[in-house]
């Protein structure tokens, strides 16, 4: 069942990194000085703080992902706009509400409308997305569903994207799925104070599943 009232994997908070779990989750300076900060002044709105907390229980790992994390969230070729909104679209149809939630304020601080984020739920063919931003989300749909970019997708993006963008928008997509597969996994909780989807959108994003959840 999606959203347990508890973690499977209880996450350490900022006093219990050790030296050993700084420097792997380091590997993503943004993320972790944000954490950190928000919890040195008094841990209000420490958004992050229990993914950063669950992959602190496996340093090795953590260091690996977050180097990778790193890249496609901030060093990408890609615009932080473009970056979102296949994020979100993704969170979406892995029914990842941590996930979702968080980058719903990334996606607003990035120049989407709150008109958008609706229609991200709804995907590549709700009436008002432009011709780039409706490809972007098809190709998060055939991606999700497919394992790939379907060859008419493909070509009309890359006659807007170059090949490096083009890269970047897989490895995009591929890292949120699998933090979105690791956060429903582990049943990583908001943090305190961080609220959760309303719940007529909560029904939305579960009742659009197409497989039971175990």
Excluded at 14 to 25: G, I, N, R, T, Y
Excluded at 124 to 135: K, L, S
């Amino acid at each position: 069942m999606q959203n347990e009232p508890e973690p499977r994997i209880t996450p350490l908070l900022p006093p219990e990194w050790d030296e050993v779990a700084l420097d792997a989750l380091g590997a993503f300076p943004r993320s972790l000085d944000f954490v950190l900060s928000r919890w040195k002044d008094g841990g209000v709105d420490v958004r992050g703080m229990h993914v950063l907390g669950t992959m602190a229980c496996h340093p090795p790992l953590a260091k690996a992902f977050m180097t990778f994390n790193a890249h496609v969230a901030g060093a990408s070729t890609l615009s932080v706009r473009v970056r979102e909104l296949v994020i979100l679209r993704i969170s979406w149809l892995r029914k990842s509400e941590y996930e979702f939630v968080q980058h719903v304020i990334l996606g607003l601080r990035a120049g989407l409308t709150e008109d958008e984020m609706k229609r991200i739920q709804l995907g590549p063919d709700a009436p008002g997305w432009d011709a780039v931003d409706a490809d972007l989300l098809r190709a998060t749909d055939e991606l999700h569903a497919h394992a790939r970019i379907g060859q008419t997708t493909w070509k009309r993006l890359t006659g807007r994207f170059d090949t490096p963008q083009m890269m970047d928008l897989v490895f995009l997509i591929g890292c949120y799925e699998v933090l979105a597969m690791a956060i429903n996994s582990f049943a990583t909780q908001l943090e305190p104070g961080t609220a959760p989807l309303d719940a007529a959108t909560r029904a939305r994003m579960f009742e659009s599943r197409t497989n039971k959840t175990p």
